[in-house]
């Protein structure tokens, strides 16, 4: 399963905006060494709006994975 993840996430005007741009596609698998550190990225995304409820770590795995597909 291959996520092409470049996205602008805007709130409502009376709570915070929130932005990310991922620059790569990503895919399950995918690590911040061959990514160039989107994999992180994405993670600290999804776990500020609480999707993410595993640590950070730069692995594209099942948890970053179950998180993606919640958000989306």
């Known amino acids: 399963m291959l996520f092409s993840c470049a996205f602008v996430l805007t709130k409502t005007a009376s709570s915070a905006r929130v932005c990310t741009d991922i620059s790569t596609n990503l895919s399950f698998g995918s690590s911040d060494k ?3 550190g989107q ?3 994405l993670q600290n995304f999804l776990s500020s709006e609480g999707y993410l409820r595993a640590v950070p770590n730069g692995i594209f ?4 994975k179950a998180s993606l597909q919640k958000f989306q």
């Open 34 to 36: 061959s990514a160039n």
């Open 39 to 41: 994999v992180m990225k």
């Open 61 to 64: 795995g099942p948890a970053t």
